[in-house]
T-cell receptor, first 112, second 112 residues
Framework: QKEVEQNSGPLSVPEGAIASLNCTYSDRGSQSFFWYRQYSGKSPELIMSIYSNGDKEDGRFTAQLNKASQYVSLLIRDSQPSDSATYLCAVKGNNAGNMLTFGGGTRLMVKP | EAGVTQFPSHSVIEKGQTVTLRCDPISGHDNLYWYRRVMGKEIKFLLHFVKESKQDESGMPNNRFLAERTGGTYSTLKVQPAELEDSGVYFC??????????FGPGTRLTVL
């Protein structure tokens, strides 16, 4: 079992729709959760971080965390073609280190 | 403010040769990380520097990989001798203390 799992996609949504990206993780002691967006050939860019159960909203993005279910999701409202990218879920454990454990990423395609 | 920079952007070498990758972190960031993504797999942690000291090198695959950060500024990652399975994209990231990790654009390494 992978430590952080994501559906590789592609997830295709029409422009203006809500895109829902999901991630599960295996380490129950994980404390910090991140969503990175990566355009092809570019650096991963942090778009959301979440540390406690519930929802966290930032503009068109909402991150949702459920530690009991070991599940974190990212909702993108009013999806735009410019949102087309690979979305990476990353998790940081509660050990002394600061390493991120990544999922394989979900490729999102927003069609005009 | 300049972001994390990496050099070269691409490198093609033959099996058995040596390659050195360079990372310049964001100015003032004491924490520097190396990650890599091999084809079809997720981004995986290699090691973490705090200033010039190796804080965590648990992800280094074997002793063909040598990372240095003399003076606590830029870092190099040397692969010697390179093997076919070393092909992938090598990312560097930096952070202030244990905060957000900012990623560079990566070096794409191809070993023939």
């Amino acid at each position: 079992q992978k430590e952080v799992e994501q559906n590789s996609g592609p997830l295709s949504v029409p422009e203006g729709a809500i895109a829902s990206l999901n991630c599960t993780y295996s380490d129950r002691g994980s404390q910090s959760f991140f969503w990175y967006r990566q355009y092809s050939g570019k650096s991963p860019e942090l778009i959301m971080s979440i540390y406690s159960n519930g929802d966290k909203e930032d503009g068109r993005f909402t991150a949702q965390l459920n530690k009991a279910s070991q599940y974190v999701s990212l909702l993108i409202r009013d999806s735009q073609p410019s949102d087309s990218a690979t979305y990476l879920c990353a998790v940081k454990g509660n050990n002394a280190g600061n390493m991120l454990t990544f999922g394989g990423g979900t490729r999102l395609m927003v069609k005009p | 403010e300049a972001g994390v920079t990496q050099f070269p952007s691409h490198s093609v070498i033959e099996k058995g040769q040596t390659v050195t990758l360079r990372c310049d972190p964001i100015s003032g960031h004491d924490n520097l990380y190396w990650y890599r993504r091999v084809m079809g797999k997720e981004i995986k942690f290699l090691l973490h520097f705090v200033k010039e000291s190796k804080q965590d090198e648990s992800g280094m695959p074997n002793n063909r990989f040598l990372a240095e950060r003399t003076g606590g500024t830029y870092s190099t990652l040397k692969v010697q001798p390179a093997e076919l399975e070393d092909s992938g994209v090598y990312f560097c990231a930096s952070s202030q203390s244990r905060g957000q990790q900012f990623f560079g654009p990566g070096t794409r390494l191809t070993v023939l």
